[in-house]
């Protein structure tokens, strides 16, 4: 398709457990965000690539969150020993122009994590 | 600090109906300003965007908004509601001078339109 994919749509993971959250944007999209969406609230940015340049990573919580995208394409959003508190939608957003653009940012439907 | 507020949280409107949704923001300098909606189970989808110019921006499925300069608003209207707008309706906002691309959302409207 040509949209935004996100896999897996739904993790439950135990406390503690490692994860993982991939993230496809549209091809050719030079920006790529990533941000999460608690329960009735609007998305909270977390973290923002220039083609493989993380050139924003003021909105990651803590320093179990870690975000890559080594090839300018696919990105990875990583949370290590996950807490009750990271249970959220996790959303992914691409964009085709560069930092200071204007364009629409495009979702892909989420990553529903639940911590038990 | 930069924010944006949905004041909010439901609006209820008859279909046939005209609807607002509302928004304010406090960004330092100009603004873009994007309205999205999202429906149960899906990814935001982008419905319009105000960046210069005309102060009344047309988007998707007959959706309107005006910007407001001087009461730094951007409310979301349509002339006739219909069911199928029922759904989540968030603003948000980025400083036109703003290095990054990251936007900010409210915490948005649930928009109910009854038949």
């Known amino acids: 398709g040509a949209g935004v994919s996100q896999s897996p749509r739904y993790k439950v993971a135990k406390r503690g457990q490692d994860v993982a959250l991939r993230c496809d944007p549209i091809?050719?999209?030079?920006?790529l965000f990533w941000y999460q969406q608690a329960l009735g609230q609007g998305p909270e940015f977390l973290t923002y690539?220039?083609?493989?340049?993380?050139?924003?990573k003021s909105g990651l919580p803590s320093d179990r969150f870690f975000a890559e995208r080594p090839e300018g394409s696919v990105s990875t959003l990583k949370i290590q020993r996950t807490q009750q508190e990271d249970s959220a939608v996790y959303l992914c957003?691409?964009?085709?122009?560069?930092?200071?653009?204007?364009?629409?940012?495009?979702f892909g439907p989420g990553t529903r994590l639940t911590v038990l | 600090a930069q924010s944006v507020a949905q004041p909010e949280d439901q609006v209820n409107v008859a279909e046939g109906n005209p609807l607002t949704v509302k928004c304010t923001y406090s960004v330092s300098g100009n603004p873009y300003l994007f309205w999205y909606v999202q429906y149960p189970n899906r990814g935001l989808q982008f419905l319009l965007k105000y960046i210069t110019g005309d102060n009344l921006v047309k988007g998707s499925y007959g959706f309107e908004a005006e910007f407001n300069k001087s009461q730094t608003s951007f409310h979301l209207k349509k002339p006739s509601a219909l069911v199928s707008d029922s759904a989540l309706y968030f603003c948000?906002?980025?400083?036109?001078?703003?290095?990054?691309?990251?936007?900010?959302f409210g915490s948005g409207t649930r928009l109910s339109i009854r038949p």
């Open positions: 948000a906002v980025r400083p036109i001078y703003s290095s990054a691309s990251k936007i900010i």
């Open positions: 091809s050719g999209h030079v920006s």
């Open positions: 690539f220039q083609n493989e340049a993380q050139l924003d």
């Open positions: 957003a691409s964009s085709p122009g560069g930092g200071g653009s204007y364009n629409e940012q495009f």
